[in-house]
């Protein structure tokens, strides 16, 4: 990955029959529901786990439709994880931000290494939901969603998602991940899952 680029894209990235086993899997999830991310993320659904590199086997046995997607994405360098389900339909929109979402946990916590984005379905014609990706005020990059895309970048990108302006579901699923030291890591749960479901 360039400093320059700052990130990387690799199309067809899975078997196309495991994004549609991928899809039902986190569609047909009980704690996919409204997000529980911050105002940055408007309309839009998912939920989020967070987990240190010891707590992937709870992980995986919560949700093991995710096992192919770890297995490819994870650096072996991190150590802490915040994994989401996201998905925009039209009228959603996600405004510029920097990856922190373990700050709840610690506040002074560092940026991401890297985030980890596969795109699992996009409606076709979709209009807007690009990912725009930012070192200051420069813009490096403007990703167009299409499926079985994977897209990773720096983690102290500035990024956002253009708003949605057409029918159906944008779906992606994003790992920040973070090699965090002994004073960060022993703040963070070794699994927990984020969610505003009320029925787990």
Known sequence: MSALAGHTQTPAAFDPAYLDTLQKGIRGCRFFTVNNLNRDFVGTRGFSVVFRREGLPQVLAEFPVFAPY??????????????????????????????????????DISTPLAVSVLYVAVPAGLRGGALVLQRGRRTLAKVVPVANLLVVFDGDLTHSVERVDSPGLRLSLVCEQYLLDERELAAIPSYRIETRAKTY
């Open 70 to 107: 770890l297995d490819r994405a994870l650096r072996g360098d991190c150590n802490a994880f915040y994994l989401n389900p996201l998905q925009l339909e039209g009228g959603s929109r996600v405004d510029p931000h920097i990856d922190r979402s373990l700050r709840s946990y610690c506040k």
